[in-house]
């Protein structure tokens, strides 16, 4: 569900870019360009990872499953609002409310399978995997409805589902720190931190609702407490971690923003009359009216499936934490997207087939580094403070990782497509060259 609107975003941005001229503040009035809707879009994606630490903070103190189902009930309102939204500016606020409500998502939800379940690498793939369906059904969705929908109904439509799912997760049965309880040595410096983490949870039936808190009896208790914690954390390997989460972020906001946009502009991606990909004796029980001007985009398309493409890419990636060092793996994941990135519009240039090859590798490539990097986060930190590791984590990705949108709509703006991915590689190759550098130092 969060990534299912996550990845919805950049399918309306291509028709805000249409639908709106201006963007008026009352005091001043910007025009709509894909510079100042990337800064709109990036407030909310910061806004997604800026809340990611102190959702951290609440996973380590309230548990995973209240907050998770806060988190659906605020999507769904916050694209209920979106469906009423009349101007670029409540378009602003409605991204707001789906950030910070997003935010605590990824903290919550890897705190609870890093201590929930024992084959660590398994759930993050398959969690990875339910992911990706988001990732890559959100816009195929979207892209969908928007052939006989207008974009605020279409918005409307897609709230419904995260209520659905909040009464699931509020009702959901489960045992959070079921891994903690049979593993005592939980990562680097775990030995003591097993029973803060929540010893004495049991899976309790109709009582199961009080498990979070038995299980949130760690983390931090105070401003000094989260300084101290803090600053434990980067006085170590993980700030190298993070400067690899935030790499990936930019890469990950900065491609996917406005590729809708980008591959919209190629040869090959011109947009298709609806009424002409029917019958014509299909048009009148249809209610198809070949005037209505309603178009297929099919770069929307190729988007939804670069990334449902990356469901191999968690699986694999998953797989790969379970089977060698994830440093080296975040080194080949990141190396791999470098290459990606240099011959990306080189690809698109030789036609559909060549672009399809690189486009499908950049769907598994983009998603393989993600249970790579989620596994490392647990490799270098304690379990009593496992909600504030990945809440840093998540600030890096997403919020760090929100300029990424921002710094691709001014280079489309103010210089070229080759420089955009000129930069995203710069991104990657710094996260690799960390990766090998982190094995070293393991190493010795």
């Not at 705190?111 to 084959?119: F, R, V």
């Not at 929908?149 to 659905?164: E, H, N, Q, S």
Request: glycine letters at 14%; a negative charge.
């Amino acid at each position: 569900m969060v990534h299912t609107y996550e990845l919805a975003i950049p399918i309306f941005v291509t028709i805000w870019l249409t639908k709106f001229s201006v963007i008026d503040l009352g005091v001043v009035t910007l025009e709509v360009t894909t510079a100042t809707l990337g800064v709109v879009v990036t407030i909310g994606y910061g806004l997604f990872g800026l809340g990611a630490l102190p959702g951290g903070i609440l996973v380590d103190r309230i548990g995973s499953r209240r907050l998770i189902t806060w988190c659906l009930v605020g999507m769904g309102v916050s694209f209920g609002l979106l469906a009423l939204a009349p101007s670029v500016v409540v378009i602003t606020l409605a991204l707001v409310v789906w950030g910070l409500a997003a935010s605590v998502y990824h903290p919550a939800g890897l705190s609870l399978i890093s201590k929930g379940i024992e084959e660590r690498g398994t759930g993050f793939a398959y969690h990875g995997i339910a992911g990706n369906l988001g990732i890559g059904l959100g816009p195929l969705i979207a892209a969908t409805l928007l052939l006989v929908l207008d974009w605020r109904v279409v918005a409307g439509v897609l709230a419904i589902p995260a209520l659905f799912a909040a009464v699931y997760a509020f009702r959901a049965n489960i045992d959070p720190a079921a891994a903690v309880e049979t593993d005592g040595s939980d990562g680097a410096g775990d030995a003591t931190d097993d029973d803060e983490a929540g010893d004495g949870t049991e899976d309790g039936g109709a009582d199961d609702a009080t498990d979070d808190d038995a299980a949130a009896t760690a983390g931090v208790e105070s401003l000094a407490a989260f300084r101290s914690e803090s600053r434990a954390l980067f006085a170590g390997s993980f700030a190298l971690v993070f400067l690899v989460v935030m790499c990936s972020g930019l890469y990950y906001r900065g491609f996917l923003t406005f590729l809708p946009e980008l591959l919209g502009r190629l040869e090959g991606f011109e947009p298709i009359a609806v009424a002409s990909l029917l019958p014509e004796t299909l048009h009148g029980p249809l209610g198809i009216d070949p005037s209505d001007g309603n178009t297929l985009a099919p770069s929307d398309y190729f988007y939804s499936g670069l990334l449902l493409v990356g469901v191999i890419g968690q699986y694999v990636g998953g797989k790969l934490t379970d089977r060698l060092p994830v440093e080296y793996g975040i080194a080949v994941g990141f190396g791999g997207l470098t290459v990606l990135a240099l011959v990306f519009l080189p690809a698109a240039g030789m036609g559909l087939v060549p672009l399809a090859i690189v486009g499908a590798l950049m769907g598994v490539f983009l998603f393989v580094v993600q249970p790579l990097y989620q596994a490392t986060v647990a490799e270098y930190t304690p379990a009593g403070t496992r909600g504030l590791s990945y809440g840093y984590t998540y600030l890096g990705v997403f919020g760090v990782g929100a300029l990424g949108g921002a710094i691709a709509g001014t280079i489309l703006e103010y210089a070229t497509e080759p420089t955009l991915f000129i930069v995203l590689a710069g991104f990657a190759a710094v996260a690799s060259i960390t990766g090998i550098v982190l094995g070293r130092r393991n190493a010795a």
